[in-house]
């Protein structure tokens, strides 16, 4: 069912402002469809893919970075919301009569305790990941440590992208200015980082909810599936960089020895090691052999390096070359067989051993001699 308002003014009890509805976009664009909603829910709700189908883009960051909302609690929540985000979008006639009674009630958003934890909560996250991203220890004769200045941005952005979901929103300047006053908290007081996110998320999302939350009033203006997709490629890149930035410089491995190496130590070594320098050249001479041969060819010798019929590994196993003859192999299967035959050994451990050497010999005798036996056929096929 469409429901079409051309202009409908009604007057606010709290105020006495006016509410505007004009004719939604989504009327023209298409409707979504709450099938389509839960489908994307299902199979890639932990990326937000049904929120990016509902416009929420916003909300389909959120999703993916967290993985589905705190590794799946939004989205398990979402099973129970997906109705309402559906007519949210297509601006359904009994959400809108229930939304201008809200504005009708209260003059600004009242308190929500999920929103508000949920502002804490990634406020939290993404200054933490801010901080994470900052060398301990010095890059290039540089201490990196004043770059901690951005986590209240970080933890600001958090704030405003949790405030500014669905029909509520507000500036991100009072949410910043309070993250930045808990700034000489960390400076001067010398609280630990924990404590001082804690502290600072707390005041970010309290300055937010009481100064800068409102109603949307008016729809949010279209735009393409390609920007919006470029906008959230964006910020996806920002943020796998800045936990790229905390794996390369402050991250450990451990070798076989239980030693930590940083991750940039590591990744150095890697690529002057005798395993990549040895991978580096095969790499080249495909690339030179394939600029002789074509692709085609290149593909076909792969595969036959590759040994999908295990045709060289049985050579292998029976000790000769792949131009021995049907009865050179068979000679010395014969050979292998009587030296390995698990009879012929009283040790249970060495009798295990010689049982699996012997079923190799079986098997690589086999594999060579159904593939004597095929090019045979062909080649009296091709003969005829």
Known sequence: MNFKLSRLNLPLAANGNEVTVTESTSTIMGKKNVATAYLLWLFGGFLGLHHLYLERDGQAFLWWCTLGGYVGCGWLRDIFHIPEY????NEDESFVKK??????????????????????VVAYLWSSVVMLA???????????????????????????????????????????????????LYH??????????????????????????????TPQQKKSLKRRLAVLCVCGAIYLSLWG?????????????????PVSEAIHHFFTSPWWVDLQQSLYETWKFAQHNGWAETWKQIIDLSDPHGELNAY??????????????TAKWRALSREWHP????????????QERFMEIQQAYEILSNIKNRRRRQNKKFAA
């Open 134 to 184: 900052i060398p301990y220890d010095e890059v290039g004769g540089v201490n990196w440590q004043w770059m901690n200045i951005f986590a209240p941005l970080g933890c600001a952005l958090g704030v405003w992208t949790v405030g500014n979901i669905g029909r509520e929103c507000g500036s991100i300047w009072w949410c910043l200015v309070a993250a930045y006053a808990t700034y000489p």
């Open 316 to 329: 292998k196993v029976l000790e000769v070359t792949n131009r021995a003859s049907q009865s050179e192999i």
């Open 343 to 354: 009879d012929k050994i009283k040790d249970p451990q060495k009798k295990l051993i010689a």
């Open 86 to 89: 559906v007519a949210d979008a």
């Open 245 to 261: 930035s905390f794996f390369y410089f402050n991250g450990k491995v451990v070798d076989s020895e239980g030693e930590e190496i």
């Open 188 to 217: 001067y007081l010398w609280l630990d980082d924990s404590n001082w996110l804690t502290v600072m998320t707390f005041c970010s999302a309290f300055a937010f909810d009481v100064k800068s939350k409102q109603w949307r009033r």
């Open 99 to 120: 939304h201008i009674e809200k504005l009708r009630k209260h003059d600004k958003p009242p308190f929500s305790t999920n929103r508000f934890f949920g502002m804490i």
